[in-house]
């Protein structure tokens, strides 16, 4: 049976949970416009976005999503003033401080992508013990990708290539697709299925640039402090629309 949803733009629709998205990723984008249309500072903006963040994790959980991966700071974002990088980097301290508890009660494994070095000593410290204590979840996996980016991280993964096939671990004829993509940060997480970015912008900024090759895109102008359940049930059922061919052609054609 499916779940029946109130939207206005798809009231013909129910959602299907037997085709739901296995893995979801977000480019959480527009907090700063979101905070200065109000005459607020951006900070504060980060500050409902982290609201925003909470809220999708839930609902995913909910809905039995397997993964879900969130752009929670690009290698780009360092250039930002030092007063916004920071704030940043507190509050996402202090939300694994508060929320790891509430990660390992609902069956949530954290993992990061990202160049963790980059990272304050603070920040590695929490991340660590999040990591640490949500490892052996199995009911879904959540990846944040902090200090990521997609070509950098790709760039890692042909060093470590070349460095095996250079020592003789590795034969070259063995590199294929699947080997580059285990030696990515997302290892052996599935490719995203359904890639959603609010704020209105419709680019990839450096996400996940090997890994969503067949992903679904999903664009709205909604700014990230505003998307809530409704907006990501909104984009599951846009998704559940889709035909997914990989290349090859409709059985029917
Ligand atoms: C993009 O909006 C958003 C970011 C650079 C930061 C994302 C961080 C959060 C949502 C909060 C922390 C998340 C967690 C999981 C605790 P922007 O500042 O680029 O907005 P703009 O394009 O309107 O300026």
Same mark, same amino acid.
């Given at each position: 049976m499916g779940l029946s949803l109130p939207l206005e733009d798809f009231p013909t629709l129910v959602l299907d949970p037997a085709r739901l998205p296995r893995h979801v990723a977000i480019v959480m984008d527009g907090n700063g416009r979101w905070a200065t249309r109000r005459g607020l500072s951006r900070l504060e903006g980060h500050r409902r976005g982290k609201d925003s963040a909470r809220t999708v994790i839930e609902v995913a959980r909910e809905l039995g999503i397997p993964y879900l991966t969130l /752009?929670? /700071? !690009? +290698?780009? +974002?360092? @250039?930002? &003033?030092i007063a916004e990088v920071s704030f940043l980097m507190a509050l996402l301290r202090r939300y694994l401080m508060t929320e790891t508890k509430r990660l390992c009660k609902r069956g949530i494994k954290l993992i990061i992508l990202g160049d963790?070095?980059? *990272? &304050?000593h603070a920040v590695r410290m929490v991340l660590d013990e999040a990591t640490r204590l949500t490892a052996? +979840?199995?009911d879904m996996t959540l990846a944040l990708a902090l200090s990521y980016g997609g070509r950098q991280e790709i760039v890692q993964a042909v060093k470590s290539i070349a460095r095996a096939a250079a020592s003789g671990e %590795?034969? &070259?004829? @063995?590199?294929n697709e699947a080997l580059i993509a285990s030696r *990515? =940060?997302?290892? =052996?997480l599935p490719d995203p299925d359904l890639l959603i970015r609010t704020s209105g912008e419709l680019r %990839? !900024? +450096? /996400?996940l640039l090997y890994q969503l090759a067949y992903t679904e895109l999903y664009f709205t102008e909604t700014l990230w402090p505003d998307f809530g359940e409704r907006e990501f049930l909104r984009a599951v059922v846009a998704y559940q629309t889709r035909e997914r061919r990989f290349g090859a052609v409709r059985s029917s054609d």
């Open positions: /752009f929670a /700071f !690009s +290698n780009e +974002n360092w @250039q930002r &003033p963790q070095a980059k *990272l &304050p052996a +979840n199995t %590795l034969d &070259p004829e @063995q590199i *990515l =940060h997302t290892g =052996h %990839l !900024s +450096n /996400f």
